[in-house]
């Protein structure tokens, strides 16, 4: 154990004091308690006083503002904070003046949790307080909190809360503190939950099952990504962690449902940074009798009631943009759009043509890299950014989606889409393949990739296009990603900022 600071060594010296008074600082017994702060503060008025009689409540000490023989303090709960007033002699109503002049004004600490009992008033300047009668010490906090600073900008004259972390990286190694003290944090991750249910919603309303598929799986395939490898000692062979639920969900459907979706976690080998995080969640779901036309008009439906419900609005403020959900979005073709952003008629060059193209505008190459992935590059490098408003990216190389069905109507293209905002991609979809000896033509060009070194290249699945073999019916899927859709929804420009417990190095 670390060296104790003199902070937390008056703490353990209070632990033990509070003990020896014979008060349990970690009692077992349940706290009754039968209301929050925010109900309090929502419902609370003058003519249903009689109503807010015997209120209790549990929460952090965040305040303390002693004044003799009478206090005011702070308590913060999983609602919000609300003002306590304690009296001595409420709170020690006998000769024994030791929970108030020992217990609370010396041996409790910021951050320490506590429960009350008591009832609800208005102070002189109209604050909504808890007039405590009763106090018990439900957990002694060893630690101090950090301090969040507080400022008056001298231009608008309104208050600035400053990050209590000098070191930005100590607030996702330490999210609890991190939620403890940044009120604004905590609302993120209520927004995040809120968006999963909206979209959860949406799709039971429909009929589609939600169900769960396994996350270790025996082929790499559902996408192109860098699997993380891992051993079965039992079965004795090698799994991976997924990197997309895509084959099994469509197994499903040929097992007769018409639609199945999960949210779940994927798991990609590769780099980290703003809006990539080698763990992160994805929703994908895939319907029936439906192709990629439906599934966009479907998508348009789906984020605006997200919206909707969550922020009551389709107008999203993110940065300096107001970014509008209300469909319909605007169609580009991955060709039109390289066209349209850089200049570059890609439909027309062959393999050897694009990669001098990327060479040109020092794009990292190599030789393992196919067709598709070098006008995934040039892509990258063009037009994202410019897609700032959500726009679909439609009918994309077959090279470049092993798992989507051929376009009906241009030669070399699949029918596929991607939706981005504000210069990320948010959802990926197809028309899906069904014709199995298609199918097996795709694995086969995906395994000769992997000869050339390309780790992203899936494998051969025979279960899945056995699968095929008894006939899938034609269905569209759809993939999206949580995190970022969250980010856009909370006005975050860090992947950081939206996941509980982001990956890290190690911590020296």
Sequence with gaps: MSTLTEQEKIRREALTALRELGIDPYPAKAFPVNTTAAEIKENYSEERQEEFQNIILSGRLMMKRVMGKASFAELKDASGKIQIYLN??????????????????????????????????????????????????????????????????????????????????????????????????????????????????YFDDQGWLEVETPVLQSVQGGAAARPFKTHHN???????????????????????????????????????????????????????????????????????????????????????????????????????????????????????????ECKKRHLEVDASMGRGKLIDELFGELVEKNLIQPTYIIDYPIEMTPLAKKHREKEGLVERFE??????????????????????????????????????AMGMDEDFLRALEYGMPPTSGLGIGIDRLTMLLTNQSSIQEVIFFPQMRKEQ
């Design 88 to 201: 001595r002699d409420e709170i020690a109503p006998g000769e024994d003046k030791t929970m108030y002049n020992t217990v609370f004004k010396k041996l409790l600490d910021i951050g320490d949790y506590i429960g009350i009992k008591g009832y609800v008033f208005t102070t002189k300047v109209g604050e909504v307080t808890v007039r405590v009668q009763e106090l018990t010490v439900l957990a002694k906090s060893l630690r101090p909190l950090p301090v969040v600073k507080k400022t008056v900008d001298p231009e608008t004259g309104e208050e600035v809360t400053h990050d209590a972390f000098s070191n930005p990286e100590l607030r996702y190694r330490r999210r609890y503190l991190d939620l403890i003290v940044n009120d604004k944090v905590h609302e993120t991750f209520v927004t995040r939950s809120r968006i999963i249910s909206a979209m959860r919603r």
């Design 234 to 356: 039992t079965l004795d062979m090698p799994y991976f962690l997924r990197i997309a639920n895509e084959i099994y969900l469509k197994k499903l459907i040929v097992g007769g449902f018409e639609g199945v979706y999960e949210i779940g976690k994927m798991f990609r080998n590769e780099g980290m940074d703003r809006t990539h995080n080698p763990e992160y969640t994805a929703m994908e779901i895939y319907v029936a009798n439906k192709d990629y036309h439906w599934m966009m008009e479907m998508v348009e439906k789906l984020l605006a009631t997200i919206c909707e419900q969550v922020l009551g609005t389709t107008k999203v403020t993110f940065g300096d943009q107001e970014l509008d959900f209300e469909g319909p979005y605007p169609r580009l073709s991955i060709y039109e759009s390289i066209q349209k952003y850089g200049g570059i008629d890609v439909e027309h060059m062959d393999e050897d043509e694009i990669r001098a």
């Design 419 to 456: 939706l981005f905002v504000n210069g990320k991609e948010i959802a990926n979809a197809y028309s899906e393949l069904n014709d199995p000896i298609d199918q097996r033509e795709r694995f086969v060009e995906q395994l000769r990739l992997a000869e050339r070194g390309d780790e992203e």
